[in-house]
């Protein structure tokens, strides 16, 4: 620990270089992945905030949920025999305001649940995203498939599907713009994955996500930009670290004369890739709030607790494998041999 910390300050700049491109990187790839974070809530925000549990559509809709129609004596079965089962279905439309300005929404109904938000028919409750473009309690909106008016009766957070605000409406006012009478999904919240008819197939909250169209794609992209920042950042680790050792060839075959096991040279060059990047990270994660106070309102940028530890914990670990594999040649020093390499 002595010896690593009297190296550290001899060599300020080569280790302040090295934490900077740790903190560089660190800080871009948590920035992505709160951008990552904040477009898959943008994307799903309705389905990911539901508890884990089971969604169902019927089979012949090939894994489309608006293609799916489930029949109501099905429905009805199930919810008879479930009691926190819900039916509920979406569909993307628009909104009209007083000033005829078209808003882009996603239509969402349900049967009673304590899951979705409840109103009766000519009321409508918004996400919140929407009381930020200035609508207000009690304003009233209209649609073009709907011969009334919605009112305004409140504002929920994070209820988005698809890049679009949801709006709940009533079931009767679903029924009566998309002239349909069955429900789209059915969703059973719990572990149990048991088949409850032979018609529908079954999903999990992951596999549902998947099935909705450009929310796999998206997901994979963002993730695979993260996943390679990991990567860039432990092979740095490893080649700075690797050029730092061979320009100590010397100093370690003296070490290693006088008596220094090589486990301890091991332990001094982890403690050093430890102080620079939980330094570097802590920098990066305090920076990376800042962004978020900072970033523009409708930027969707979503930075959990979890995902920043998680995150750290990958970067320990990645820089603790980048750097004893650029230290396995220090077990390869041979004393006299090194110290006439450093005399040379």
């Given at each position: 620990m002595n010896i690593a910390w009297k190296e550290i300050k001899k060599n300020k700049i080569r280790f302040l270089i090295l934490g900077s491109i740790v903190f560089l990187v660190s800080l871009l790839t948590f920035i992505i992945s709160?951008?990552?974070?904040?477009?898959?809530?943008?994307?799903a925000a309705l389905i990911k905030n539901l508890p884990n549990g089971q969604f169902y559509m019927t089979k012949d809709a090939n894994e489309t949920y608006n293609l799916s129609r489930i029949h109501s004596r099905i429905q009805d079965e199930i919810l008879n025999k479930q009691s926190d089962a819900v039916a509920f279905s979406i569909q993307m439309g628009f909104l009209n305001d007083h000033e005829e300005k078209q808003r882009s929404i996603a239509f969402v109904t349900s049967t009673h649940s304590e899951f979705f938000q409840?109103?009766?028919?000519?009321?409508?409750?918004?996400?919140?995203?929407?009381?930020?473009?200035?609508?207000?309690?009690?304003?009233?909106?209209?649609?073009?498939?709907?011969?009334?008016?919605?009112?305004?009766?409140?504002?929920?957070?994070?209820?988005?599907?698809?890049?679009?605000?949801?709006a709940y409406i009533s079931v009767e006012d679903y029924k009566e713009m998309?002239?349909?009478?069955?429900?789209?999904?059915?969703?059973?919240?719990?572990?149990?994955?048991?088949?409850?008819?032979?018609?529908?197939?079954?999903f999990s909250k992951n596999e549902f996500l998947n099935t909705i169209a450009s929310y796999k794609a998206e997901q994979m992209s963002l993730?695979?930009?993260?996943?390679?920042?990991?990567?860039?950042s432990g092979m740095l680790f490893a080649i700075f670290f690797y050029m730092m050792n061979v320009q100590k060839i010397g100093l370690y075959g003296i070490l290693?004369?006088?008596?220094?096991?090589?486990?301890?040279?091991?332990?001094?060059?982890?403690?050093?890739?430890?102080?620079?990047?939980?330094?570097?990270?802590?920098?990066?994660?305090?920076?990376?709030?800042?962004?978020?106070?900072?970033?523009?309102?409708?930027?969707?940028?979503?930075?959990?607790?979890?995902?920043?530890?998680?995150?750290?914990?990958?970067?320990?670990?990645?820089?603790f494998i980048g750097a004893t594999l650029s230290g396995i040649q220090i077990k390869k020093v041979e004393p006299l041999q090194?110290?006439?390499q450093g005399e040379s």
């Open positions: 709160g951008l990552a974070n904040g477009l898959s809530q943008d994307n409840n109103v009766n028919k000519g009321e409508i409750i918004l996400d919140r995203s929407m009381e930020d473009e200035g609508i207000k309690i009690g304003d009233i909106l209209t649609n073009n498939q709907y011969n009334g008016q919605f009112i305004v009766k409140g504002f929920v957070d994070q209820s988005k599907f698809s890049h679009a605000p949801v998309y002239k349909v009478n069955e429900m789209q999904l059915l969703f059973i919240p719990g572990d149990d994955s048991t088949q409850v008819a032979a018609d529908l197939q079954s993730n695979m930009i993260i996943w390679f920042l990991v990567v860039i290693k004369a006088i008596g220094v096991k090589t486990s301890v040279l091991f332990k001094m060059m982890w403690t050093q890739m430890v102080f620079i990047t939980v330094i570097a990270l802590c920098t990066s994660i305090a920076l990376s709030q800042v962004f978020n106070l900072m970033a523009p309102k409708g930027m969707p940028f979503y930075l959990t607790p979890e995902a920043t530890i998680q995150l750290s914990i990958i970067f320990l670990i990645i820089g090194a110290i006439q």
